[in-house]
Every structure is written in structure tokens, then in C-alpha cells.
């Protein structure tokens, strides 16, 4: 038991990250800027002495229920000091003791400790009470990507083109970080107040050693509807199995559906090894060809693949020729 404790003291105790620098405000007018001195200064001081100590409960308003996980909540928090809100995930202490979950709580908080770019979640404060542990979260207040794709069907090919490209670019990075998501799909890719995508829910993630370079797992994870014929026959999944859940999310923007869902667990992982999925005919042919050259059974024959030099391959074909990548995350989604 005393080991248990020690786990969950150290899931909750992430060093404090370095707040972001804030992007500046547009100048006030003079006039506006010597109203009022005292509050001006008064909350300035307010942010300088919250961003250099560590988080407590009390330090945050804890207001609705943004979702819901099989061993957390997820709620909105507004930090008291500055007024800034975040998303609170809660994870119930006896709940994670109970069900052996450990080991994932601290996968996602090292994971999130590790990794800073603007399409993934970040991870700004860890802390505990006697009962739940806390990990204060970027909000985003649109929801999953799965809402909207049941919402709205089927998206334009600028839609997926745009999309498709943020996932691209934060699995790059991941991968340069030496880390493996290993369940992406669409309920794990939140949409931001700014519709730009924050890529969550670590905790199957795999990290590695900067010296490792065969960045492979060999436990079984994942979603049945977006798990690579590899993972189902070796047991074993590496870059280029997120590379395939890519390919089952391009297919289901484009058509509004995942390529491969059977009646039940097995049935969609025969699907899978079949590659047993068909194209609405209004699939323009760049993206057909972009889908069916990334769902290719031989992980080193996908499009993108490590062995055929990564991302890089896909980012240049057809689907994205006129497309700039640079810059995504200052841009307007379509």
C-alpha cells in the first residue's frame, strides 16, 4: 500500500511548467491606461505571484462537467488569481488503485510534462487533495472532433485538407519526440476555442529513449475501429500504426464513417485484416488515392511510412498539392 501512495504522490507531482509567454494585448488609448493604476498594478502583481508558486485546490473554481472518462471527470476550472480558465481532469484515487491504473496516470502526466506544441493538450499544473488527483489542462470548449463529424457528415475536401494537416504536423512532432499516442482517433482530438485541434488522452501513449531507435510497442491498445493489421498479428505497434490511425481518420472525415466497423470487436478486427472498406463514389480521386496508399496492410509500404521517410512523403502528395504548411496554428480554420 505504501508503494501505491508513493505512485499517486508522484502522478501528482509534475514539477510547475513555465507559463507561456502571453501573446500582447493591443495598446489602450492613454486615457484608458490612467484610469485606473492601483487595479491595473494590483492584478499584474496578482499574475507575477501565481505563476511562481505551486497549485492547490483552493486556488481554482471548479464549474461544469465538460466529460466524462471511465475513471476521471473533466470540468472546467477557472483559476481564482488571474481569471484564466482551463479544464480540470480529475482522477479518482481509489477508483485508479481498484481498477490498477497507475501505471496510465503517470504515462499521461510524463508524457504531457514532455511534450509542448500547439495542437497537443498541455499539461500546466498537477496536484492533489486527499481523495482525487488533479491535471489542469488546456480547455477546449468545442469538443471532440468526433461531435462535429457526426454533426456535420461527410467534410469538404478543404475541411479534411486543413484537419488532416494539424494531425499530420502534431504526430510529426510526437514522433520526433520519441513518443507514440497509440489510440488516435476522433474522440481524442479536441477542438480549441479557435477550432484548431489539441490532440489528447495520453495515457497509452509509449515513450522512448533519445538513443532508442526501434520505437516499438508490444502491448495491446487502441480502439478496434482505428488498430493496425500489425498490432492484431505481431502484437506490436510502432510509427507507422499512428500513421495508419491517420488513414482511418482521413476516410472518416472525407465520408462521415471509420473505414472498418463490424457488429462487434471481431468482426471489425477481420475487417481490418482484410482491408474490408469501400469509397462513397463521390470521393474525389486524390483523397481516394491518399486513403487507400495509407491503409496498406505491409506497414513499410504505407504512404509515409518510416521506410519510406516519414510524414514528409505524405505531406506532398496530390490531396495537399497548393497547401502551405506553414504557419497552420496562426491560421483561420475553414
Known amino acids: ?3 501505491t501512495t508513493r505512485a499517486l504522490n508522484a502522478a501528482a507531482a509534475t514539477p510547475e511548467i513555465t507559463p507561456q509567454r502571453a501573446t500582447p494585448a493591443a495598446e489602450s488609448p492613454p486615457s484608458q491606461q490612467r484610469k485606473s493604476p492601483v487595479s491595473a498594478a ?10 511562481g508558486r505551486k497549485r492547490v485546490v483552493a486556488d481554482f473554481e471548479f464549474g461544469r462537467t465538460l466529460g466524462e472518462g471511465s475513471y476521471s471527470t473533466v470540468v472546467e476550472a477557472r483559476e481564482k488569481a488571474t481569471g484564466k480558465v482551463f479544464a480540470a481532469k480529475i482522477l479518482d484515487k481509489r477508483h485508479i488503485i481498484k481498477e490498477k491504473k497507475i501505471k ?29 488527483l488533479y491535471f489542469i ?13 457526426r454533426r456535420l457528415g461527410a467534410l469538404s475536401d478543404e475541411c479534411v485538407r486543413f484537419y488532416l494537416a494539424e494531425l499530420v504536423v502534431a504526430v510529426e512532432y510526437m514522433h520526433m519526440e520519441h513518443t507514440l ?9 479536441l477542438l480549441g476555442d479557435d477550432m484548431h485541434i489539441l490532440v489528447t488522452d495520453f495515457g497509452t ?16 491498445v487502441g480502439t478496434a475501429e482505428y488498430v493496425s493489421p500489425e498490432l492484431l498479428t505481431d502484437k506490436a505497434a510502432d510509427r507507422n500504426s499512428d500513421l495508419w490511425a491517420i488513414g482511418c481518420i482521413a476516410f472518416q472525415l472525407l465520408t ?10 471481431y468482426q471489425t478486427f477481420q475487417k481490418v485484416l482484410k482491408l474490408d472498406y469501400a469509397f462513397p463514389a463521390n470521393i474525389s ?18 504512404l509515409g511510412s518510416v521506410q519510406r521517410g516519414g510524414l514528409k512523403e505524405l505531406k506532398e502528395h496530390p490531396f495537399f498539392d497548393g497547401f502551405s504548411w506553414q504557419a497552420l496554428a496562426t491560421r483561420t480554420p475553414p
Open 256 to 265: 462521415g464513417r471509420p473505414p472498418f466497423k463490424g457488429v462487434n470487436e
Open 205 to 220: 501513449a509509449k515513450m522512448f529513449g533519445k538513443d532508442e531507435t526501434d520505437m516499438r510497442a508490444y502491448s495491446f
Open 1 to 3: 500500500m505504501q508503494s
Open 42 to 51: 494590483a492584478a499584474a502583481a496578482a499574475v507575477a505571484t501565481a505563476a
Open 181 to 189: 499516442h497509440r489510440d488516435i482517433k476522433p474522440e481524442n482530438i
Open 104 to 132: 496510465y496516470v503517470n504515462i499521461e502526466r510524463d508524457v504531457l510534462h514532455n511534450l509542448h506544441h500547439p495542437f497537443i493538450v498541455r499539461l500546466h499544473y498537477a496536484f492533489q487533495d486527499a481523495h482525487s
Open 285 to 302: 480521386p486524390a483523397a481516394r488515392d491518399m486513403v487507400e496508399r495509407i491503409l496498406v496492410v505491409e506497414p513499410e509500404k504505407r
Open 137 to 149: 489542462i488546456d480547455i477546449a470548449s468545442n469538443g471532440e472532433l468526433l461531435s462535429w463529424i
